[in-house]
T-cell receptor, first 113, second 115 residues
Framework: KNEVEQSPQNLTAQEGEFITINCSYS?????LHWLQQHPGGGIVSLFM???GKKKHGRLIATINIQEKHSSLHITASHPRDSAVYIC???????????????FGQGTILTVHP | GAVVSQHPSRVICKSGTSVKIECRSL??????MFWYRQFPKQSLMLMAT?????????EQGVEKDKFLINHASLTLSTLTVTSAHPEDSSFYIC???????????FGEGSRLTVL
């Protein structure tokens, strides 16, 4: 089982729909990143969370440390939101993996007009 | 906002040649940078952690003599794929950790094709 699991792997939506992408992890973390990878490959960091909730425009990210779960929400989705969304966790102190990022497998989002 | 520039974005080379990829933080200093590899339809895999002024730390299974990393300044890390082979064809991405805030910024990636 992967240490970082995302669901769904593929998501298709109609423009305007509310979208949720989930991320569950099984290791101790100090922070969680949500990343967006465009078709050309470039990556943009959307959020870095260690607790609670963050909002930026139509994007909202939440994290529940006790449940080891995070969600990325997109409100009023638009075709330009089509991309791969990746959850990545930064390992917490302890062990040789401290500070390293472990990535989920990504969620491919396609928003149709 | 902070930008990380990666160059070249695409490179095609013959088998046996060496290829250098640059990762540059344009408006911040980064003592630590990271190099990742991504195979088609797969997620990113950390290859190594690049530290300015010291040797890079490689992940298990990554050949340090094959993938040479140099981090000679606070704004530049380079990855050299030596004696490239077709199986080295991949998408290579760097990220830079901003000194002070610890924010992570990613480059646009470099697609390497070895013929």
């Amino acid at each position: 089982k992967n240490e970082v699991e995302q669901s769904p792997q593929n998501l298709t939506a109609q423009e305007g729909e509310f979208i949720t992408i989930n991320c569950s992890y099984s290791v101790g973390i100090s922070a969680l990143h949500w990343l967006q990878q465009h078709p050309g490959g470039g990556i943009v960091s959307l959020f870095m969370l260690s607790s609670g909730k963050k909002k930026h425009g139509r994007l909202i990210a939440t994290i529940n440390i006790q449940e080891k779960h995070s969600s990325l929400h997109i409100t009023a989705s638009h075709p330009r939101d089509s991309a791969v969304y990746i959850c990545a966790v930064k390992r917490d102190a302890g062990g040789t993996s401290y500070g390293k990022l472990t990535f989920g497998q990504g969620t491919i989002l396609t928003v149709h007009p | 906002g902070a930008v990380v520039s990666q160059h070249p974005s695409r490179v095609i080379c013959k088998s046996g040649t060496s290829v250098k990829i640059e990762c540059r933080s344009l408006d911040f200093q980064a003592t630590t940078m990271f190099w990742y590899r991504q195979f088609p339809k797969q997620s990113l895999m950390l290859m190594a952690t690049s530290n300015e002024g010291s040797k890079a730390t490689y992940e298990q299974g990554v050949e340090k003599d094959k993938f040479l990393i140099n981090h000679a300044s606070l704004t530049l890390s380079t990855l050299t794929v030596t004696s490239a082979h077709p199986e080295d064809s991949s998408f290579y991405i760097c990220s830079a950790k901003r000194d002070g805030s610890g924010e992570l910024f990613f480059g646009e990636g470099s697609r390497l094709t070895v013929l």
